[in-house]
Each structure stands twice: as structure tokens, then as C-alpha cells.
């Protein structure tokens, strides 16, 4: 007698290992650029990682961008023509105003750019 019920059949893909994953270890080591490319296991990973730090080898310059590079780039203040002071930046892009005090105290510096 045959079994015709398919719930009881296991699929053949979970007997299977695990596909191992690839990976490309970059690092220097005593100034030399090194390269190392594998598969395994994420564990098999660390292991490699923590041999090389142990052997003195560096990981690469971190490529994560500074914030000079991700803004764009910013004008320089313009100086006030009174004061010779750098102008702040006004919530209009591209525009500056002089944030001083006139000399007689009686209200904000005019200058813009």
C-alpha cells in the first residue's frame, strides 16, 4: 500500500546543506594590499577576520563619506561691507545677511548679499 498523502513527504531541499555564502576580505598587511576571496560560513568569516587582525593586518580606509563630501558645497560667507565681518547665511538659499547691531544701536545692519 502506497501513501498517496503528499503532507507526509519532506522536500529533498531541506535535507540539503546550506549554500555557502561568498565572500572578498580586503585588508593591508605590513603595507601590502591584500585580497582574500572564499565560502563558507558566516562563523568561517570571523574566524579569518580575527587571524588577520591577530597577524597585524589592517582593514581598508573606511569608504563611509565624511560631510564635506555628502553636502553639497557650501558658498563662503561673503564679508560685511561695514563691519568686515563674515555674513551668516539666511534661510533663502544662497542669500547672507550682516547680523551686527548698527554702530548707534538703533537696529540691525542693513548689508545683504
Not at 565572500?23 to 568569516?45: H, K, N, Q, S, V
Request: charged content about 20%.
Amino acid at each position: 500500500m502506497t501513501n498517496t498523502n503528499p503532507n507526509n513527504v519532506t522536500p529533498i531541499e531541506s535535507k540539503q546543506p546550506a549554500p555557502a555564502c561568498r565572500f572578498t576580505i580586503t585588508a593591508t598587511l605590513r603595507g601590502f594590499p591584500i585580497m582574500i576571496e572564499g565560502e563558507g560560513r558566516a562563523g568561517d568569516l570571523k574566524i579569518i577576520v580575527d587571524r588577520l587582525l591577530a597577524a597585524g593586518a589592517e582593514p581598508p580606509a573606511s569608504q563611509a563619506a565624511t560631510p564635506a563630501q555628502t553636502e553639497p558645497a557650501k558658498k563662503a560667507a561673503p564679508l560685511c561691507s561695514i563691519h568686515r565681518t563674515p555674513m551668516k547665511a539666511s534661510r533663502k538659499p544662497g542669500s547672507f545677511f550682516c547680523p551686527r547691531q548698527t554702530e548707534d544701536g538703533s537696529g540691525y545692519c542693513p548689508e545683504k548679499a
